[in-house]
């Protein structure tokens, strides 16, 4: 996506019939890896992308973005970045500062050069080869990252024209990462505007992935008017399930100036096949497309419609975006299941029908149970789980009292105050309303010393 993004006149093109037949396998690395066209994390499980961009090269002010978006439930976040050539260098402290707002906030980071954007058409635009030289100049800050970073060497770097050697160059710019040390999951984009309305990424993506030594590549199109229909979303994904290689919609939108793409196919098929996704954008869009923004002026309290549509919509990141597991205090021995019944909890969490002794049977009212989901060394992350009675409710407010000094330092899913060692919780506009025997969930960072001993909390319904 180009911040001042023009038309794009494309017609799609007829399909190429041959199917490849190609299964890649995993390969040794420190952090994500591939096999047979998935995704795993450093614990060995299945990632699936839900999540969103943020425009951070032009708004390196926003930080608090990254809370806003983990609050909304997402487990992932692409970051713009410039490499200096058409807009302000992010440096290598800028970009280690990124990778810690990602971890503390359990986000996978999806670092992305944008200055690459339609290279052969756009004026000013630079190549992969260039695009590289900037990574290696910041290897810095991404060596040791492997578990929580995915490198996307370069934001759609081909236009609609002279895009002829893209499968050479995208190889070329693999070889040159893995020549350089760098052995994060490399994402590569499409051409033609991310859009591949030629089928230059679809026909050549065995020829790229053969490229990588590591087999640790994962491809990338930009879903925008090419992709209007459920057909051509349908088909284009297949080719790639089909032939056992790695594929994610790595941009996409509900409207955009050259055609309105399927969204709701979109979002579909990618959770029926488990293909991960990261919507354009979360806020700050410009030049005609303003419409893109999920958030008013960065403000998560201001969803737009679009934002409604992608966090709180069917198929969309509140219902089926799971954490990666690298963040989880105890990882599972076994892959997640893509999306969890919404009707069955998290393993860690007792489910409602037994809650732990000190919580009161469900009842007409509602009950909470509080877990420690993370602790280190002055600091740890809480969930706590919202459970009606017997009856629906229309609100909830839970409250609990430290007793070893422990502070709330950031929430999602709730308006967190305390006064004293007293916190309060309420729901906030999306969660409230709960259907007897139904649960919310809603978590918070906090601060400790010395003792992290887990509160008696009580509930209170409206």
């Known amino acids: 996506m180009r911040k001042l993004f023009a038309a794009v006149g494309a017609v799609l093109l007829a399909t190429v019939a041959a199917v490849f037949a190609f299964g890649p396998s995993a390969h040794a690395a420190a952090g994500f890896t591939v096999s047979n066209g998935r995704l795993y994390d450093a614990n060995g499980n299945e990632f699936i992308m839900r999540g969103v961009n943020h425009a951070h090269t032009w708004y390196t002010s926003q930080t608090s973005s990254f809370a806003n978006i983990k609050a909304l439930g997402a487990n992932s976040v ?37 200055d690459t954007t339609g290279y052969g058409e756009q004026s000013g635009a630079i190549t992969l ?54 052995t994060h999951t490399i994402m590569v984009d499409a051409p033609n505007w991310g859009q591949d309305w030629s089928f230059t990424m679809r026909d050549s993506a065995p020829t790229v992935f053969a490229a990588d030594p590591a087999g640790n590549t994962v491809f990338s199109v930009h879903m ?8 051509e979303i349908s088909d284009y994904l297949g080719r790639f399930r089909s032939r056992g290689l790695p594929i994610v ?20 098929y990618t959770q ?12 700050g869009n410009s030049g005609g497309v303003e419409y893109l923004d999920m958030a008013t002026n960065f403000n998560p309290n201001q969803l737009t ?27 599972p021995t076994t892959p997640p299941p893509s999306t969890p019944p919404p009707s069955t909890p998290p393993p860690s969490t007792p489910p409602p029908s037994t809650p732990p002794p000190s919580t009161p049977p469900p009842s007409a009212g509602c009950t909470a149970t509080y877990s420690i989901t993370g602790q280190w060394q002055g600091g740890f992350q809480g969930e706590v789980r919202v459970t009606a009675g017997a009856s629906a409710i229309n609100g909830w407010t839970v409250r609990w009292t430290y007793a070893n000094g422990q502070t709330v330092t950031q929430s ?17 506009s999306y969660n409230g309303r709960l259907g007897a025997g139904a649960s919310t969930t809603f978590g918070f960072l906090g601060s400790w010393n010395g003792t992290n001993s887990a509160p008696a909390v009580a509930c209170t319904a409206s």
Do not use: M
Not at 91 to 112: F, G, H, P
């Open 224 to 231: 925008y008017g090419v992709f209007d229909t459920a057909a």
């Open 412 to 428: 999602w899913n709730a308006t967190v105050s305390s006064s004293g060692s007293t916190v309060t919780a309420r729901n906030v």
């Open 305 to 331: 419609s679009w934002g409604e549509r992608l966090f709180n919509g069917t198929n969309g990141i509140r219902q089926t975006a799971r954490q990666a597991s690298v963040y989880d205090s105890t990882p």
């Open 78 to 114: 692409r970051v713009v970045l410039s490499s200096g050539d058409r807009w302000t260098r992010n440096s290598a402290s800028d970009v280690s500062n990124v990778i810690q707002l990602c971890k503390a906030n359990r986000l996978i980071c999806v670092l992305e050069v944008h």
């Open 129 to 182: 080869d260039r695009a590289v030289d900037y990574w290696l100049s910041i290897a810095s800050a991404l060596n040791g990252q492997e578990a929580y970073v995915i490198v996307n060497i370069g934001n759609e770097p081909y236009g609609n024209q002279n895009y002829s050697s893209y499968a050479t160059d995208t190889a070329n710019a693999i070889r040159r990462l893995r020549t350089g040390g760098l």
């Open 249 to 268: 919609v790595g941009e996409f939108g509900h409207n955009h100036s050259d055609g309105n793409p399927d969204e709701d196919a979109i979002l579909s």
């Open 272 to 283: 029926a096949n488990g293909i991960g996704w990261l919507g354009w954008s979360w806020s």
